[in-house]
């Protein structure tokens, strides 16, 4: 899981890791830039297929996706991640799948909305 260290017991400084999901490349970017922002570090990827061949190589995440993305190969590789997932939606969200920590987020993202789900996801 990914979590935030206590930086007053004196471990060095690191940030989680934000796998971000979309095809949209200017939201991808915004989204990447807003959670730099944040303090977070962060990957993007324009599809489920280069995230599913990245996907042994990342360590603890927390993962961001375009709910369009989400399909059933994605779903079985981050179920046994255990990692949390943020589905973005259009309206349309569906059902979270058992056995995960998924959490929807209405687009557009025009609140922190987002922010805080990966607070709380992080937490």
Known sequence: MCGL??????????SPLIVVLDEDEALREALRFSLETEG????VFAAAE???????????ACFVLDET??????RAALRRRRD???????GRARRPMSGTRVRVVEKPLMTDALSRQIAAALA
């Open 5 to 14: 260290p206590d930086a007053s017991a004196g471990e060095p400084a690191w």
């Open 40 to 43: 977070y570090r962060v990957r």
């Open 50 to 60: 280069a995230l599913l061949a990245a996907c042994n190589r990342l360590g603890s």
């Open 69 to 74: 993305a989400f399909d059933a190969r994605l």
């Open 84 to 90: 949390p997932v943020i589905l973005l939606s259009a």
